[in-house]
């Protein structure tokens, strides 16, 4: 009856102890990832790996780059007092997410991600919205074929975007979808498993990735490891503030459109630049130059009032 009870006791208090994502993404250069992946497409395997760090937002970052990503995207991962955060730079979009919060328990919940924007450009008001919510399920037993997992983190996410265009009061472009997934995270390994969903007009597409195997110890040669990072800004449109990656070191110059000399942000370790137009700085295009030794790179963005 006692050890009945002290089973009982220890239960309750491993179900009890929070939960930290330290113990589930093994942040280090070298880490790779090779998962079987399924879709309508057919069947295929990619890997990934983290293969550099980088300081963004005055945080050690680690950039996760995976071959199977046509994008080309620069995906940072950076752990911050409030908890893992991922950000990733596009061509099509900049975005950030809350990832993991740096301490929970299972049945909590959190947003991941949250975009409310409007802009005007070439007369056509734009109106985006994004919401991306996670929950922290259950620990269960993963089998796949990397192995057997114990205790897996399961983590469910749902979401919806929607995007409106007007002409004045007349709508010409409309769109919206919804989205979701179950992942199953391992202690010490990171994500093994991966169902996803994207219902779009109805039909439900979905996809599912397996781990095969991984491999903390170098870096696989056939993964590209970028030589720098272009431009990117994020929000853009924006109406405060925003925030400017750039190749390490380089000196940003920002123009309006008439060629003045707005702001020039100084060279810095860090990859990220935070500019916030002066009050008087009207709403409109400006450019953003960005120097390093002779390389020159340009980009625009737009301050919406």
């Known amino acids: 009856m006692k050890y009945s009870a002290t089973l009982v006791f220890l239960t309750i208090a491993v179900c009890a102890m929070a939960l930290s994502p330290d113990d589930y993404f093994p942040m280090a250069i070298g880490n790779s990832w090779t998962s079987q992946d399924s879709s309508a497409d057919g069947i295929d395997t990619?890997?990934?790996?983290i293969t550099d760090t980088a300081t963004i937002l005055g945080y050690e970052s680690f950039l996760y780059i995976d071959e199977g990503d046509e994008e080309g995207d620069s995906i940072y991962f950076q752990m911050r007092p409030t908890g893992?955060?991922?950000?990733?730079f596009s061509e099509g979009a900049n975005i950030e997410m809350f990832v993991l919060p740096a301490s929970f328990d299972i049945g909590d919940d959190w947003t991941m991600m949250e975009v409310d924007s409007t802009w005007t450009e070439t007369g056509l008001d734009y109106y985006l919205q994004m919401n991306m919510f996670a929950t922290a399920l259950e620990l269960e037993n993963c089998n796949?074929?990397?192995?057997?997992?114990?205790?897996?983190?399961?983590l469910g996410n749902n979401g919806i975007w929607k995007i409106n265009v007007l002409m004045g009061t007349d709508t010409v472009y409309s769109d919206m979808s919804t989205f979701g997934s179950y992942m199953w995270i391992a202690e010490d390994v990171g994500p093994v498993k991966d169902i996803s969903w994207d219902i779009i007009e109805g039909d439900t597409i979905w996809t599912s990735s397996a781990l095969l195997e991984y491999?903390?110890?170098?870096i696989d040669e056939e993964i590209i490891r970028p030589d720098d990072v272009s431009i990117f800004a994020w929000p853009?449109?924006?109406?405060s503030a925003c925030m400017i990656?750039?190749?390490?070191g380089a000196e940003v110059e920002i123009f309006d459109v008439t060629g003045r000399l707005v702001e020039t942000l100084p060279a810095s370790e860090e990859i990220v630049h935070s500019w916030t137009p002066s009050a008087d700085e009207p709403g409109g295009v400006y450019l953003v130059h960005a120097t390093v030794g002779e390389e020159k790179i340009t980009s625009k963005v737009l301050l919406v009032k």
């Open 46 to 49: 990619s890997t990934a790996a």
């Open 215 to 218: 491999n903390f110890a170098n």
């Open 245 to 248: 990656a750039t190749p390490i």
């Open 144 to 154: 796949i074929p990397a192995g057997m997992f114990s205790n897996c983190l399961k």
């Open 236 to 239: 853009n449109p924006f109406n």
């Open 84 to 88: 893992l955060h991922q950000i990733i």
